[in-house]
């Protein structure tokens, strides 16, 4: 494995929280969130007790994939400030001892950016992928008066950046080695980017399909060495700064330099059946390839945390205290914790697991409320990819109050994924704020006791006492969690060793010489004593 400068000791009892920013607070009422309506929320989150925010792309845009089409790497999109506001964001946040991260999209651009202006145009220019002839399958027309077409990384409107191909191929002359020209221009730009951010104050990045890089890559393995030269030059130039991979698939992604990177929906040996096997109950986005299968947090009690323990313990053994695998509780791709038949009762349970289980937590905005997954909303820059993938449904506005939309406009044209939760009974955060007994205090709570219980976060032990109904583990030899998150009443046998037990967070979990009872999504985190 590749010697790294060791992570920044700040990410270790780090809890992240993830900002989609045209959703979370609109500042001028013209429908969209922005910087200043973050910066005026920043209380909220210090509250919650969050010290590292994860933010969207809010670079320049055509807005065709919600971001993630880039047209200007340096300046941000004027509908969310400018870039004065985003340094005044980052400073008001480090006021309150909260880091900022951005979210690198490395692997493509929008047709728009000048870059592919230009190479659409100059048969010479190798910064893009493009044939000299013809269009291969996946291949896209060029829209300027270069033959030829270009590869794209997602969507036709997304150039894929050109890092090279890990083989050559006579039948494909468009293939260049990863020390061609223009894949070293790419290497080099993505320096230039993270430098210019990261001297405006930004703590890092979350990079964005991370794993595309380099073509035709088995294994990865120059996609990997494209990283662990980034890495390096970011232990030099910027050692306090962190790296974060969408990868979903930690055994490859740490060693080639993240310090983290997330478990998700998708991706790595196992299809992100890990993350899948614990929150996706069949609603919201799911892809149609998947198998179907039966979650663990599901009122039925037919799921297991099996695999995630072992997807979690592969990934652990090969990564050697290299890193830290990230556990989140949804994101702007996938479905929220509040999802189909799932309801606001069996959401602490949920919570419970994640903020004591040794990963680092993502809290998704609005899931500290219980916001739920609107299904059908139309498709909204690019939200929609198939039959029942619909990312629309995850963007809604975050529910500050009781007023229409939470203060974003209600007119239909103005914000982007309206409406928000049509429920009745609609968390908001104003309310949960005034009762102590609501999700978002328990959640609250909990960040708290992560944060003062060392063997609660990334670095205690953890050892499986029970891995099914309920899910019993203990962690660093001294606190005893307890997750049933279905609706039946559960037990397991449980020898506890002589001394107390002090309840620290449970709800409906009876812990005595015979065994553990948990009663339906009973959830309790003990501390054994002598």
Request: proline share 9%; glycine share 10%; hydrophobic share 40%.
């Amino acid at each position: 494995m590749t010697s790294f400068r060791p992570a920044p000791t700040w990410l270790a009892d780090a809890v992240f929280y993830q900002i989609y920013p045209q959703s979370f607070a609109d500042s001028d009422g013209d429908g969209i969130g922005d910087f200043a309506g973050i910066t005026a929320k920043l209380d909220h989150l210090s509250w919650l007790g969050v010290d590292t925010v994860w933010l969207n792309p809010c670079f320049v845009s055509p807005f065709r994939d919600a971001g993630y089409d880039v047209a200007d790497y340096l300046n941000v999109a004027p509908r969310y400030g400018s870039n004065d506001d985003l340094a005044a964001l980052v400073d008001a946040a480090r006021r309150r001892g909260i880091r900022v991260l951005l979210d690198l999209v490395a692997g493509h651009t929008s047709v728009d950016h000048p870059w592919f202006r230009a190479s659409a145009d100059d048969p010479d220019d190798h910064r893009y992928i493009w044939t000299a002839e013809g269009r291969p399958a996946g291949f896209v027309d060029s829209p300027g008066t270069r033959p030829g077409a270009y590869l794209p990384n997602f969507f036709d409107s997304q150039p894929a950046l050109n890092f090279g191909y890990a083989r050559e191929d006579p039948a494909e002359p468009w293939r260049l080695p990863v020390d061609a020209d223009g894949p070293r221009a790419n290497r080099a730009a993505l320096r230039t980017i993270m430098d210019h951010w990261l001297g405006l104050g930004v703590s890092g990045f979350r990079v964005d399909m991370a794993a595309s890089l380099v073509k035709d890559d088995p294994g990865r393995t120059e996609t990997a060495r494209v990283w662990t030269e980034l890495r390096h030059w970011l232990d030099t130039a910027h050692p306090d700064a962190v790296l974060l991979a969408e990868w979903g698939e930690p055994e490859v992604s740490i060693p080639a330099g993240f310090h983290a990177d997330f478990f998700l929906h998708f991706g790595g040996p196992t299809d992100g059946l890990a993350l899948r096997s614990l929150w996706s109950n069949g609603e919201g986005t799911v892809n149609d390839t998947w198998d179907p299968l039966d979650c663990f947090f599901d009122a039925g009690g037919k799921g297991s945390p099996r695999p995630f323990v072992e997807a979690w313990q592969q990934a652990t053994r090969a990564v050697d205290g290299s890193g830290t695998i990230s556990l989140p509780t949804a994101n702007h791709d996938f479905s929220r914790l509040n999802c189909g038949p799932r309801t606001a009762e069996q959401l602490p349970a949920a919570f419970a697991f994640q903020l004591t289980w040794p990963t680092l937590p993502a809290i998704y905005y609005g899931d500290e409320i219980g916001m739920r997954y609107v299904p059908g909303l139309p498709d909204k820059e690019g939200s929609v990819l198939g039959p029942r993938y619909n990312r629309a449904g995850s963007r809604t506005p975050m529910q500050w109050d009781d007023s229409p939309n939470a203060g974003f406009s209600t007119a239909p044209a103005d914000h982007l994924y309206l409406p928000v939760d049509p429920s009745p009974d609609r968390p908001t955060v104003a309310a949960q704020r005034a009762d102590d007994t609501s999700l978002l205090h328990l959640v609250r709570r909990l960040i708290a006791l992560r944060r003062h219980t060392p063997d609660l976060g990334p670095g205690g032990s953890v050892e499986v006492l029970h891995l099914g109904y309920p899910f019993v583990y203990l962690r660093g030899g001294r606190y005893l969690v307890v997750i049933n998150p279905q609706r039946n009443e559960a037990s397991c046998p449980y020898k506890p060793d002589a001394g107390t037990l002090r309840p620290l967070e449970a709800r409906g979990v009876e812990v005595t010489d015979g065994g553990i009872t948990a009663q339906g999504f009973g959830y309790g985190i003990f501390e054994l004593g002598g």
